[in-house]
């Protein structure tokens, strides 16, 4: 296993996994997005590599305004971690947080924050898995006018 700090010579390789876990995008628009971060330095991300082959990646964020069931700030944020079906239930996830909870510790934080939409209940059992704890649930709403 070898992780990867993601740069411009891997940029399409984390946006073809980004649209993977985002799939209302198209390719283009990842890799745009991707491109965007990786520019803007708004977020790092790393890809795992295992056979020879990208098997996943984590986007990490420093997050100083805040975020929700934290009593930090910053904190650590995780805004996006996605395995290939494949390579699942292989402890990646797990390696992959364990860079996260790295480089939080090198920025002097704390906590590790992430989320997931409520009826995802695959990444709930792997956040719960990997020792997160649900602290509140938040409903969205939006008013056209």
Request: overall charge negative; charged content about 30%; glycine content about 6%.
């Amino acid at each position: 296993m070898i992780i990867v700090k993601i740069d411009q010579s891997n940029l399409a390789e984390w946006a073809k996994l980004h649209a993977l876990l985002f799939p209302e995008l198209s390719f283009e628009e990842s890799f745009a997005e991707c491109a965007e971060w990786l520019e803007n330095k708004k977020e790092v991300g790393v890809l795992y590599e295992k056979d020879g082959k990208y098997a996943g990646f984590i986007n990490l964020s420093i997050r100083n305004d805040y975020v929700n069931g934290t009593d930090t700030s910053p904190v650590a944020f995780v805004e996006a971690i996605y395995i290939l079906p494949e390579y699942r239930r292989l402890g990646i996830g797990r390696e992959l947080l364990e860079y996260a909870e790295k480089f939080a510790r090198e920025h002097g934080i704390t906590q590790i924050a992430s989320d997931c939409f409520i009826d995802n209940a695959l990444s709930e059992e792997f956040h719960k898995n990997c020792g997160f704890v649900e602290k509140e649930r938040v409903i969205c709403f939006v008013k056209n006018i």
